[in-house]
């Protein structure tokens, strides 16, 4: 292990070759720094966004990671009954005797090992291995879901922010008109619009931070089109809670590695009350050079032997952990099932929420184009009245908007039809 770190790590000190890195650092961060200061915009539509989050968010890279090293392991179980091949070479020699070095005195051998595994060791480390695989692609299509609503959430954010931006400038021209009535009102006004504007920008950079953790790049600023955004309409086509093919597909099927994992391990524990049969296969070297002397590889020196060992639970730990294995794992279905519960009582919640959103919604916004037919008299108390009913139904409109959104993506991740028509418009992730 030293020698491997000294061939690593090269000459010199390690002092030195971290100021070196530091240097390549420091000169990375003045490259990024004036890169982020002239990012450009970039517009995105749903499918841009989607494939480029897709192919970079870290989150699912992640997840595709686990999937690569599961479909590994699977391949590995097979791999492991391939002989090993190990060659060694040496040369003993006294120190009186170095300058007289001869060939004779270099012994090398290749030696082979095959292993022999039991029926019931193939089979169990291959299941696991199944069964992880299954556990790898299932979490992997629920980080993708998660990852994609938080998308449409900035999609929705987008538009939320240009609202705002709208209304700002409607307060600024409302408090230029002001200061023809009221001029010391106006200027506080404008003040406040002012004021907004700063908190807008905050926001604004909030939003940008958030689209570039979801998208996994910072090249550029980030704008949105809703061209191709899904349509979740929920409220108008409700989704069908008792279709069980179509309904938390993803999530049951979670569930059910879970328990079978589960099921597996405790039978893998009663297995040990049962005697346990190994095969062992061992050869002479395939070749060995021995003080100028040739040895070659005979199959008459293969030699097998069989061991049965059977481990009888005297002291009762087995039986013990058996007990204990089964008390958590009742534990764990119990979860699970208040887990499922909980979510059926939101479903069955949300969608009777989502109707009363949507008629409150349609209220708001019905009072908020009559406000803005009518306009206000001129006057400091019209004025007033003006911009407090502007105010309180722009911002109810904005809350509800919100709340509507969030709602249909509560019917949005369970819905395997929306997902598989979703994923189809994809690429893979290679």
Known sequence: MASALLLAGGCGSPERKVAGQMNNLRALWQTNLTEQTVLAEKVLDWPSAFQLMHDRNLKLRQAATEITNAQESVTQVYKDLIPTLNLRAGATKRFVDFGHFAPNDVTFSADSFFNVPGVANFGARLYAAQLYLLRAKAAYQLSE????????????????????????????????????????????????????????????????????????????????????????????IPLPLDDTNR??????????????????????????????????????????????????????????????????????NLTRTIHQVKRQQDLQRERYKQESLTLMNRLVFTQHLIQNVQKQLHRVEDQLAVLLLVPPAQNYTAFEKYIYDYRSLTQQQLQLKRDLSELNTVFWFVDEDAWRNQNQNATPNT
């Open 145 to 236: 879901r998660e990852q994609a609503i938080e998308l449409y959430r900035l999609f929705f954010t987008a538009e939320e922010l240009r609202d705002q931006e709208r209304r700002v400038q409607m307060q600024r021209a409302t408090a230029t008109a002001m200061q023809q009535v009221d001029p010391f009102t106006g200027k506080l006004r404008e003040t406040e619009v002012e004021t907004h504007d700063l908190s807008l920008s905050r926001d604004v950079k909030t939003f940008q931070d958030r689209a570039c953790e979801i998208l996994g790049s910072r090249e550029a600023m980030w704008m949105f089109s809703t061209n191709g955004l899904p349509d979740l309409r929920y409220q108008e």
């Open 247 to 316: 309904i938390a597909q993803v999530q049951l099927k979670l569930v059910a590695v879970e328990l079978e994992f589960a099921r597996a391990q405790l039978f893998g524990l009663k297995l040990q009350y049962w005697p346990e049969l190994n095969i062992f296969v061992s050869g002479p070297p395939i070749y060995q050079r021995s003080f100028g002397t040739d040895v070659f590889w005979d199959a008459r020196q293969l030699q097998a032997s069989a061991d049965l060992f059977w481990n009888i639970d005297t002291r009762g």
